[in-house]
């Protein structure tokens, strides 16, 4: 069993940088396809970034490029989500899952961590 952790939220102002970092255990991070989502109380869960296993692709949604980066350091097994000029409305649930299919689709994914809470205030 796969199991993903994320971690790195909390309260920023706008305008600031922040960095989530995920990590699994049971396997390595290297061998799936990962991806970053967010989801606040009243919308669907947004694709935001994902990171493909094999070529290290990437991919953004429109509203993040240039703002956020994915990355993976397979030496920590942890996969990241840099995330610059944050605004408020990107207030969510952030989180990491895991896959065999890179994606921007989150029904792509098998597993999901339990989220980590950004806040970002004006």
Do not use: H
């Not at 869960?45 to 692709?57: E, K, L, M, P």
């Not at 942890?78 to 895991?98: G, N």
């Amino acid at each position: 069993q796969v199991q993903v952790v994320e971690s790195g939220g909390g309260l920023v102002q706008a305008g600031d940088s922040l960095t989530l970092s995920c990590t699994t255990s049971g396997r390595p991070v290297s061998i799936y396809d990962m991806g970053w989502f967010r989801q606040t109380p009243r919308k669907e869960r947004d694709f935001v970034a994902a990171i493909q296993r094999s070529s290290q692709n990437t991919y953004y949604a429109d509203s993040v490029k240039g703002r956020f980066t994915i990355s993976r350091d397979t030496a920590k097994n942890t996969v990241f989500l840099q995330m610059s000029s944050l605004k408020p409305e990107e207030t969510a649930v952030y989180y990491c899952a895991a896959g065999r299919e890179y994606s921007i689709g989150p029904s792509r994914y098998d597993y999901w961590g339990q989220g980590t809470q950004v806040t970002v205030s004006s």
